[in-house]
């Protein structure tokens, strides 16, 4: 089987992928990102997942290369990774009583077959309403959530913000959603063993 790069340096993204027990290299992609608003927020999500892969190809040309990443809408606005402990104060206040959108998304692509796959995980998650911005401050700077998409992480102080979360995969929330991503990788003859008697 071919050697796996996971292309982010993101801690998230990397502690998760850790946990299927593959071997695998890192990568930070020299992809630029970018919103583009003609783009529905999934198809955004599958284009810069399929962004970051790609731009690793040309120097792992013999590697399995897996693109993530995540865009959140509220309504038909993308919200961004806020950056800073007021800016995710005021994003985390902007979601605060409203039901947002998550799409999480990977690409796995093998540069010298040009084989790929491609699919997105997606969150429906409801935020209570009257969140305190005292309240939120404490958590962001608990948690050092700045730079995560949305400002909030679902493992730690996050999940208490939320009311009701709908999708297929929690871990999509966190950074990568891991089922999809299982069922992906089985095509190239990973998790074999799951179907051994």
Not at 86 to 92: E, G, P
Not at 128 to 153: F, I, P, Q, T
């Amino acid at each position: 089987m071919k050697p796996i790069l996971l292309a982010t340096q993101s801690k998230y993204k990397i502690a998760l992928f850790e946990t299927l027990g593959l071997p695998f290299e890192t990568a930070a992609p020299p992809f630029e990102e970018f919103i583009d608003p003609t783009l529905h927020p999934e198809q955004l999500a599958l284009t810069l997942a399929r962004g970051k892969a790609e731009s690793l190809a040309e120097d792992w040309p013999h590697h399995l290369i897996i693109g993530a990443d995540q865009v959140l809408a509220l309504g038909d606005e993308v919200l961004t990774k806020p950056g800073t402990v007021d800016k995710t104060v005021a994003q985390l206040k902007r979601l605060s009583g409203k039901t947002h959108r998550l799409h999480t998304a990977f690409a796995i692509i093998e540069p010298d077959t040009g084989r790929a796959v491609e699919d997105a995980v997606h969150a429906s998650i409801s935020f209570h309403g009257n969140l305190s911005e005292d309240y939120l401050r404490k958590m962001v700077e608990a948690d050092k959530s700045w730079d995560c998409v949305g400002g909030y992480k679902f493992e730690s102080r996050g999940v208490m913000l939320m009311s009701r979360v709908e999708t297929q995969d929690t871990n999509a929330i966190v950074g990568l959603p891991l089922i999809a991503l299982i069922e992906a990788l089985s095509i190239w003859g990973f998790f074999e063993e799951r179907f051994e008697a």
